[in-house]
């Protein structure tokens, strides 16, 4: 079974910083891998597919990279609505998520 | 408009069985793969099964293999999953999310349903 393991498990933040999230495959999974962003009570929306595909009406602040086994979510200037918690999914296999990233205003 | 309406949660016994269902509209059913998420309190997404356009199913963790069963009807556009011996640790928000398109690659889920709540206690 495939692992994904992300880092940092949390991080706290300013409005205007750049923040960057990393997720980790335990195999190569070439580029099937997503990120999606979920708030409280909330499902999760997709933000990035295929490693760095930017899914239609997502901020173009939101970029995604990355190939085989380590990949990366950057926003390069948070946004108030950004607080929330992301996750990496790899559809290489089972669709396995990460453990969650949750965003925090400093 | 692609709409997905969980329905079928609520309160179990440890033991008993539930039946959860997909309601989808505004899109061609029959013609993608759909995918059953949880997420139980307080933590994170873990994907429990996957249907093809056919009915074959996949299940990805181990503790709901022999007690859960993925379904779907194209006629009705309905995803279904029968829960069976219900254990407190199933306690969660059910969420059901469109998958990949028949013939295509991928498996990211760009459609989701709001989530339907099971609580297994007694």
């Known amino acids: 079974d495939i692992q994904m393991t992300q880092s940092p498990s949390s991080l706290s933040a300013y409005v205007g910083d750049r923040v960057t999230i990393t997720c980790r495959a335990s195999?190569?999974?070439?580029?099937?891998l997503a990120w999606y962003q979920q708030k409280p009570g909330k499902a999760p929306k997709l933000l990035i597919y295929?490693?760095?595909s930017l899914e239609s009406g997502v901020p173009s602040r939101f970029s995604g990279s990355g190939s085989g086994t380590d990949f990366t979510l950057t926003i390069s200037s948070l946004q108030p609505d950004d607080f929330a918690t992301y996750y990496c999914?790899?559809?290489?296999?089972?669709?396995?998520f990460g453990q969650g990233t949750k965003v925090e205003v400093k | 408009e692609v709409q997905l309406v969980e329905s079928g949660g609520g309160l179990v016994q440890p033991g008993g069985s539930l039946r959860l269902s997909c309601a989808a509209s505004?899109?061609?059913?029959?013609?993608?793969?759909m995918t059953w998420v949880r997420q139980a309190p307080g933590k994170g997404l873990e994907s429990l099964a996957t249907?093809?356009?056919?009915?074959?199913?996949?299940y990805f963790v181990e503790s709901v293999k022999g007690r859960f069963t993925i379904s779907r009807d194209n006629a009705q556009d309905s995803l279904y999953l029968q829960m069976n011996s219900l254990r407190a640790e199933d306690t969660a928000v059910y969420y059901c999310?469109?998958?990949?398109?028949?013939?295509?690659?991928?498996?990211?889920?760009?459609?989701w349903g709001q989530g339907t709540l099971v609580t297994v206690s007694s």
């Open positions: 999310a469109r998958d990949v398109a028949v013939g295509t690659s991928g498996g990211q889920m760009h459609y």
């Open positions: 505004g899109f061609t059913f029959s013609h993608y793969w």
């Open positions: 249907v093809k356009a056919d009915g074959s199913g996949a």
């Open positions: 195999q190569n999974i070439g580029s099937w």
């Open positions: 295929k490693a760095s």
């Open positions: 999914q790899e559809y290489s296999s089972a669709r396995t």
